[in-house]
């Protein structure tokens, strides 16, 4: 038998990679965690010990104390470096396993996965697009989105503004206040057509 290998048709749009499905650092970042706690642990008790020598001997040990107390201070930075990229790493793939290949999700939807707050969520995600992980994805601290396509937001800002526009008009033009009885209600409001609109102007509706 001949393997046949088929190709998409020259015209066939691509989807365009949002994300990184196999993210670098994590070999680098054990390596630094190892490192950086063992220099760390290691210079650590050097500093215990010539400090309590300089204290016995009047001060004849104080650049040992300085050099070990630098160094220490070195290897726990370093460690505690490697740690957190692990930790981002992690949250990251458990991220695209959550968002499984949706173009938009609620940041209240990821915080309640992963007990966090909202805050967090949307400056963890912050950090990961900085970071190049998502390469098109866009966080909205406004109305708490995450956005995974620079399509998606474009759509998404669009129909926001509209949603707004037309919550405007509700309030300046029908004085309907808006309050959280009826924000489930808005949705539906904004969807009105601009002739039900105009209908509603004719018949004397303030």
Same mark, same amino acid.
């Given at each position: 038998? #001949?393997?046949?290998?088929?190709? *998409?048709?020259?015209?066939? *749009? $691509?989807? *365009?990679?949002?994300?990184?499905?196999?993210?670098?650092?994590?070999?680098?970042?054990?390596?630094?965690?190892?490192?950086?706690?063992?220099?760390?642990?290691?210079?650590?008790?050097?500093?215990?010990?010539?400090?309590?020598?300089?204290?016995?001997?009047?001060?004849?040990?104080?650049?040992?104390?300085?050099?070990?107390?630098?160094?220490?201070?070195?290897?726990?930075?370093?460690?505690?470096?490697?740690?957190?990229?692990?930790?981002?790493?992690?949250? /990251?793939?458990?991220?695209?396993?959550?968002?499984?290949?949706?173009?938009?999700? *609620?940041?209240? $939807?990821?915080?309640?996965?992963?007990?966090?707050?909202?805050?967090?969520?949307?400056?963890?995600? $912050?950090?990961?697009?900085? $970071?190049?992980?998502? /390469?098109?994805?866009?966080? +909205?601290?406004? +109305?708490?989105?995450?956005?995974?396509?620079?399509?998606?937001?474009?759509?998404?800002?669009?129909?926001?503004?509209?949603? /707004?526009?037309? #919550? #405007?008009?509700? %309030?300046?033009?029908?004085?309907?206040?808006?309050?959280?009885?009826?924000?489930? %209600?808005?949705?539906?409001?904004?969807?009105?057509? %601009?002739?039900? /609109?105009?209908?509603?102007?004719?018949?004397?509706? %303030?």
């Amino acid at each position: 038998y #001949k393997t046949v290998h088929t190709r *998409p048709a020259p015209d066939q *749009p $691509q989807m *365009p990679e949002l994300y990184n499905k196999r993210p670098g650092g994590q070999a680098g970042a054990i390596i630094s965690m190892a490192l950086g706690y063992s220099i760390g642990i290691f210079t650590l008790a050097g500093l215990i010990t010539f400090t309590a020598l300089s204290a016995a001997v009047s001060h004849m040990f104080i650049v040992p104390v300085i050099i070990f107390g630098v160094l220490a201070a070195t290897g726990f930075t370093l460690g505690i470096n490697g740690t957190q990229k692990i930790r981002l790493l992690n949250r /990251y793939r458990s991220y695209v396993r959550q968002i499984d290949h949706h173009l938009s999700v *609620p940041l209240q $939807q990821l915080a309640d996965r992963n007990h966090k707050s909202i805050a967090f969520i949307a400056k963890d995600l $912050q950090k990961m697009i900085n $970071q190049h992980l998502f /390469y098109e994805a866009h966080v +909205d601290t406004q +109305d708490n989105y995450f956005l995974l396509s620079d399509q998606a937001y474009e759509e998404y800002r669009t129909a926001r503004l509209e949603y /707004y526009e037309k #919550k #405007k008009i509700m %309030e300046d033009e029908f004085h309907i206040a808006m309050t959280m009885e009826l924000e489930s %209600e808005v949705s539906e409001l904004c969807n009105l057509s %601009e002739g039900v /609109y105009k209908r509603g102007l004719s018949n004397g509706i %303030e």
